[in-house]
Protein backbone atom coordinates (compact mmCIF):
# COMPACT_ATOMS: atom_id res chain seq x y z
CA UNK A 1 0.00 0.00 0.00
CA UNK A 2 1.22 3.79 -0.84
CA UNK A 3 2.14 5.64 1.79
CA UNK A 4 -0.26 8.26 0.30
CA UNK A 5 -3.16 7.60 -2.26
CA UNK A 6 -5.23 9.45 -4.03
CA UNK A 7 -7.54 9.20 -7.06
CA UNK A 8 -5.69 10.09 -9.88
CA UNK A 9 -8.53 11.35 -12.26
CA UNK A 10 -9.35 13.53 -14.06
CA UNK A 11 -11.91 14.67 -12.86
CA UNK A 12 -13.72 16.52 -15.74
CA UNK A 13 -16.39 19.02 -13.59
CA UNK A 14 -18.50 22.22 -15.81
CA UNK A 15 -17.57 25.88 -14.57
CA UNK A 16 -19.73 25.93 -11.45
CA UNK A 17 -19.57 22.84 -9.94
CA UNK A 18 -18.35 21.90 -6.51
CA UNK A 19 -15.73 18.64 -6.60
CA UNK A 20 -14.04 16.97 -3.69
CA UNK A 21 -11.01 15.06 -3.63
CA UNK A 22 -9.96 12.61 -0.56
CA UNK A 23 -6.30 11.60 0.56
CA UNK A 24 -5.76 8.79 2.30
CA UNK A 25 -2.60 7.82 4.28
CA UNK A 26 -0.97 5.01 5.92
CA UNK A 27 1.51 6.39 8.67
CA UNK A 28 -0.80 7.21 11.16
CA UNK A 29 1.93 9.11 13.42
CA UNK A 30 1.92 11.63 10.03
CA UNK A 31 2.16 15.55 11.74
CA UNK A 32 1.03 17.67 8.53
CA UNK A 33 -1.11 17.76 6.07
CA UNK A 34 -0.73 20.28 3.10
CA UNK A 35 -2.89 20.54 -0.35
CA UNK A 36 -0.54 21.64 -3.09
CA UNK A 37 -1.68 22.88 -6.99
CA UNK A 38 0.44 22.26 -9.97
CA UNK A 39 0.65 23.39 -13.16
CA UNK A 40 1.35 21.46 -15.85
CA UNK A 41 5.81 21.81 -16.07
CA UNK A 42 5.77 24.07 -12.95
CA UNK A 43 6.48 23.35 -9.49
CA UNK A 44 4.10 22.70 -6.83
CA UNK A 45 1.95 25.73 -5.22
CA UNK A 46 1.06 25.64 -1.66
CA UNK A 47 -3.30 26.18 -1.51
CA UNK A 48 -3.64 25.38 1.90
CA UNK A 49 -2.94 23.45 5.07
CA UNK A 50 -4.90 21.55 6.78
CA UNK A 51 -5.42 21.78 10.30
CA UNK A 52 -7.39 19.23 12.65
CA UNK A 53 -10.36 21.48 12.82
CA UNK A 54 -10.36 22.00 9.25
CA UNK A 55 -10.16 25.05 7.52
CA UNK A 56 -11.81 27.25 4.79
CA UNK A 57 -9.77 29.72 2.59
CA UNK A 58 -12.48 31.48 -0.13
CA UNK A 59 -14.14 28.57 -2.28
CA UNK A 60 -11.65 26.23 -0.66
CA UNK A 61 -12.37 23.63 2.33
CA UNK A 62 -9.91 21.57 4.02
CA UNK A 63 -11.24 18.34 5.99
CA UNK A 64 -8.61 15.73 8.33
CA UNK A 65 -9.99 13.30 9.37
CA UNK A 66 -7.17 11.45 11.70
CA UNK A 67 -9.75 8.65 12.92
CA UNK A 68 -9.96 7.27 9.56
CA UNK A 69 -6.38 8.96 8.38
CA UNK A 70 -7.86 10.87 5.46
CA UNK A 71 -7.38 14.89 3.84
CA UNK A 72 -10.37 16.32 1.59
CA UNK A 73 -10.46 19.04 -0.43
CA UNK A 74 -12.98 20.86 -1.31
CA UNK A 75 -13.82 23.37 -4.12
CA UNK A 76 -17.09 25.10 -4.82
CA UNK A 77 -17.85 27.39 -7.56
CA UNK A 78 -15.00 25.74 -9.82
CA UNK A 79 -12.75 28.09 -12.41
CA UNK A 80 -11.31 27.60 -15.42
CA UNK A 81 -8.27 28.52 -13.72
CA UNK A 82 -8.61 25.62 -11.06
CA UNK A 83 -7.70 23.09 -13.82
CA UNK A 84 -4.39 21.36 -12.52
CA UNK A 85 -3.13 18.59 -10.60
CA UNK A 86 -4.00 19.07 -7.03
CA UNK A 87 -1.96 16.85 -4.95
CA UNK A 88 -1.95 15.57 -1.40
CA UNK A 89 1.06 16.13 0.69
CA UNK A 90 1.84 14.71 4.27
CA UNK A 91 4.59 14.75 6.66
CA UNK A 92 5.90 11.69 9.29
CA UNK A 93 6.23 12.86 12.51
CA UNK A 94 9.47 14.39 13.44
CA UNK A 95 10.61 15.30 9.91
CA UNK A 96 10.25 18.22 7.83
CA UNK A 97 10.00 15.42 4.59
CA UNK A 98 7.25 15.57 2.32
CA UNK A 99 5.28 12.37 1.07
CA UNK A 100 3.14 12.98 -2.20
CA UNK A 101 0.48 10.96 -3.16
CA UNK A 102 0.16 10.53 -6.59
CA UNK A 103 -2.51 13.32 -7.41
CA UNK A 104 -5.71 14.54 -8.73
CA UNK A 105 -6.31 15.58 -12.51
CA UNK A 106 -8.90 18.61 -12.13
CA UNK A 107 -10.16 20.29 -15.46
CA UNK A 108 -13.05 22.53 -15.49
CA UNK A 109 -14.75 22.73 -18.57
CA UNK A 110 -16.69 25.55 -19.98
CA UNK B 1 6.92 34.82 0.97
CA UNK B 2 10.33 32.54 1.14
CA UNK B 3 11.38 32.30 -2.34
CA UNK B 4 14.13 29.69 -3.43
CA UNK B 5 15.63 29.81 -7.33
CA UNK B 6 16.55 26.85 -9.08
CA UNK B 7 19.47 26.95 -11.94
CA UNK B 8 19.29 26.07 -14.67
CA UNK B 9 15.57 25.81 -15.82
CA UNK B 10 16.23 23.79 -18.70
CA UNK B 11 19.24 21.60 -19.73
CA UNK B 12 19.82 19.51 -22.60
CA UNK B 13 22.71 17.17 -23.05
CA UNK B 14 24.55 14.40 -24.65
CA UNK B 15 24.57 10.87 -23.00
CA UNK B 16 27.58 10.06 -20.47
CA UNK B 17 28.17 14.08 -19.50
CA UNK B 18 27.62 14.94 -16.03
CA UNK B 19 24.88 17.88 -15.07
CA UNK B 20 25.10 20.21 -12.28
CA UNK B 21 21.70 21.58 -10.89
CA UNK B 22 21.64 24.36 -8.22
CA UNK B 23 19.29 25.34 -5.50
CA UNK B 24 19.10 28.26 -3.81
CA UNK B 25 17.32 29.75 -0.91
CA UNK B 26 17.41 33.56 -1.77
CA UNK B 27 15.63 35.63 1.72
CA UNK B 28 16.21 32.95 4.28
CA UNK B 29 18.64 30.27 5.52
CA UNK B 30 17.98 26.71 4.98
CA UNK B 31 20.37 24.03 7.00
CA UNK B 32 18.43 21.30 5.14
CA UNK B 33 16.90 20.99 1.21
CA UNK B 34 14.84 18.01 -0.47
CA UNK B 35 15.75 17.03 -4.11
CA UNK B 36 12.71 15.53 -6.10
CA UNK B 37 12.67 14.36 -9.18
CA UNK B 38 9.28 13.87 -11.26
CA UNK B 39 8.57 11.88 -14.20
CA UNK B 40 5.46 13.12 -17.03
CA UNK B 41 2.41 12.09 -15.79
CA UNK B 42 3.95 11.28 -11.77
CA UNK B 43 3.79 12.77 -8.57
CA UNK B 44 7.26 14.09 -6.79
CA UNK B 45 9.49 11.24 -5.48
CA UNK B 46 11.51 12.52 -3.01
CA UNK B 47 15.18 11.31 -3.76
CA UNK B 48 17.28 12.67 -0.99
CA UNK B 49 17.58 15.09 2.06
CA UNK B 50 21.10 17.72 1.47
CA UNK B 51 22.04 18.31 4.94
CA UNK B 52 24.58 21.53 5.27
CA UNK B 53 27.98 20.44 6.31
CA UNK B 54 27.35 16.46 6.13
CA UNK B 55 26.06 14.22 3.93
CA UNK B 56 23.34 13.91 1.80
CA UNK B 57 20.60 11.16 3.57
CA UNK B 58 19.07 9.24 -0.32
CA UNK B 59 16.00 7.36 0.14
CA UNK B 60 15.73 4.15 -0.68
CA UNK B 61 16.40 3.06 -4.28
CA UNK B 62 18.55 6.41 -5.07
CA UNK B 63 22.08 6.02 -6.17
CA UNK B 64 23.91 7.92 -3.93
CA UNK B 65 27.48 7.57 -6.58
CA UNK B 66 24.90 8.50 -8.97
CA UNK B 67 23.19 11.93 -7.54
CA UNK B 68 26.19 13.61 -5.95
CA UNK B 69 24.83 16.32 -3.57
CA UNK B 70 26.31 19.00 -1.73
CA UNK B 71 25.06 21.75 0.42
CA UNK B 72 28.08 23.73 1.09
CA UNK B 73 26.46 26.68 2.37
CA UNK B 74 22.87 27.94 3.82
CA UNK B 75 21.71 29.04 1.23
CA UNK B 76 23.19 26.32 -1.59
CA UNK B 77 22.60 22.85 -2.59
CA UNK B 78 23.67 21.68 -5.58
CA UNK B 79 22.65 18.08 -7.65
CA UNK B 80 24.96 16.43 -10.02
CA UNK B 81 23.52 14.06 -12.02
CA UNK B 82 26.96 12.26 -13.36
CA UNK B 83 26.90 10.26 -15.92
CA UNK B 84 23.72 11.08 -17.43
CA UNK B 85 21.68 8.66 -19.14
CA UNK B 86 18.14 9.24 -21.13
CA UNK B 87 16.36 7.31 -18.64
CA UNK B 88 17.77 10.33 -16.01
CA UNK B 89 15.70 12.75 -17.77
CA UNK B 90 13.13 14.28 -15.70
CA UNK B 91 12.04 17.31 -14.01
CA UNK B 92 14.16 18.03 -10.79
CA UNK B 93 12.90 19.87 -8.27
CA UNK B 94 14.15 21.25 -4.97
CA UNK B 95 12.61 22.39 -1.83
CA UNK B 96 13.62 23.97 1.37
CA UNK B 97 11.86 24.06 4.74
CA UNK B 98 10.51 27.47 5.80
CA UNK B 99 11.58 26.77 9.36
CA UNK B 100 10.87 30.31 11.12
CA UNK B 101 9.26 32.00 8.08
CA UNK B 102 6.61 29.36 8.07
CA UNK B 103 4.37 28.61 10.95
CA UNK B 104 3.46 24.94 9.95
CA UNK B 105 6.95 22.56 8.42
CA UNK B 106 5.67 24.00 5.29
CA UNK B 107 8.51 23.40 2.02
CA UNK B 108 9.28 26.64 -0.28
CA UNK B 109 9.99 25.43 -3.50
CA UNK B 110 12.20 25.49 -6.65
CA UNK B 111 10.81 26.37 -9.98
CA UNK B 112 12.46 22.88 -11.43
CA UNK B 113 14.69 21.97 -13.73
CA UNK B 114 13.96 20.15 -17.05
CA UNK B 115 16.60 17.65 -17.76
CA UNK B 116 16.83 15.71 -21.55
CA UNK B 117 19.35 13.58 -21.83
CA UNK B 118 19.89 12.57 -25.46
Known amino acids: RKEVEQDPGPFNVPEGATVAFNCTYSNSASQSFFWYRQDCRKEPKLLMS???SGNEDGRFTAQLNRASQYISLLIRDSKLSDSATYLC???????????FGTGTRLKVLA | GAVVSQHPSRVICKSGTSVKIECRSLDFQATTMFWYRQFPKKSLMLMAT?????????EQGVEKDKFLINHASLTLSTLTVTSAHPEDSSFYIC??????????????FGPGTRLTVL
Open chain 2, 50 to 58: SNEGSKATY
Open chain 1, 89 to 99: VVTPSGTYKYI
Open chain 2, 95 to 108: SAPGGGISSYNEQF
Open chain 1, 50 to 52: VYS
